[in-house]
Nanobody, 121 residues
Framework: QVQLVESGGGLVQPGGSLRLSCVAR????????MGWYRQAPGKQRELVAT???????NYADAVKRRFTISGDNVKNTVYLQMNSLEPEDTAVYYC???????????????WGQGTQVTVSS
């Protein structure tokens, strides 16, 4: 069994910063990719940022130069540093990871439970 535990969400004023964390726990052989998605009320879930095991990153245009994804493949942990937050960033943020797990040792995708980020004055 694999479980993703997210933390770091909350209420912040426009222009502020937050750092989200997500750790994957369980019987894990390796991680292939980690990322963050978000879903605002009434909207579809969208990609925020992803990072491969080779540290290749990808960002949504809306968050480029404001958000930074980083991670530790050995600790199966991924972070999202969010700076210069705007009200439009308000959403539930979900961690997403692709892991190789025993006993079959094939790639499998997992989602976190989501953490609320609210940007408001």
């Amino acid at each position: 069994q694999v479980q993703l535990v997210e933390s770091g969400g909350g209420l912040v004023q426009p222009g502020g910063s937050l750092r989200l964390s997500c750790v994957a726990r369980g019987n894990i052989f390796s991680s292939k990719a980690m990322g963050w998605y978000r879903q605002a009320p009434g909207k579809q879930r969208e990609l925020v940022a992803t990072m491969t095991s080779g540290n290749i990153t990808n960002y949504a245009d809306a968050v480029k130069r404001r958000f930074t994804i980083s991670g530790d493949n050995v600790k199966n942990t991924v972070y999202l540093q969010m700076n210069s937050l705007e009200p439009e960033d308000t959403a539930v943020y979900y961690c997403n990871v692709v892991l190789v797990v025993p006993p079959q040792y094939y790639e499998k995708q997992y989602w976190g439970q989501g953490t609320q980020v609210t940007v408001s004055s």
